[in-house]
Nanobody, 129 residues
């Protein structure tokens, strides 16, 4: 059974940094997509960043240059380093896992939540101005 457990959420001031962690277990496929999503009150869930099994990453435009997704395969841990936080980054952040997608011969990990099968419970990030 796949399990995802997020941690690291907190209340911070604008401009500060946080690092979210996600411990994952039970996923046996070598073609694993891992992603971070977030949902602000009254808004739809959106993809923030994803990472392929070989480490290739994708970040949504609104966080490029500020957030970085990474993982340590040996420890089965996914990270999201968040720098220069803004009030609009306030949301419940979710870790998710699923299978890689093939577009022709290209492997990708999308930022669409429909492409992910397994989800954590979320960790709250609140950024005040």
């Amino acid at each position: 059974q796949v399990q995802l457990v997020e941690s690291g959420g907190a209340s911070v001031q604008a401009g500060e940094s946080l690092r979210l962690s996600c411990a994952y277990s039970g996923y046996t496929s070598s073609r694993l997509c891992m992603g971070w999503f977030r949902q602000a009150p009254g808004k739809a869930r959106e993809g923030v960043a994803s990472i392929l099994s070989d480490g290739i990453t994708m970040h949504v435009d609104s966080v490029k240059g500020r957030f970085t997704i990474s993982k340590v395969n040996a420890n089965h841990t996914l990270f999201l380093q968040m720098d220069s936080l803004k009030p609009e980054d306030t949301a419940l952040y979710y870790c998710a896992a699923g299978a890689e997608q093939l577009i022709g011969w290209v492997r990708i990990c999308s930022l669409l939540d429909d492409d992910y099968n397994y989800w954590g419970q979320g960790t709250q990030v609140t950024v005040s101005s």
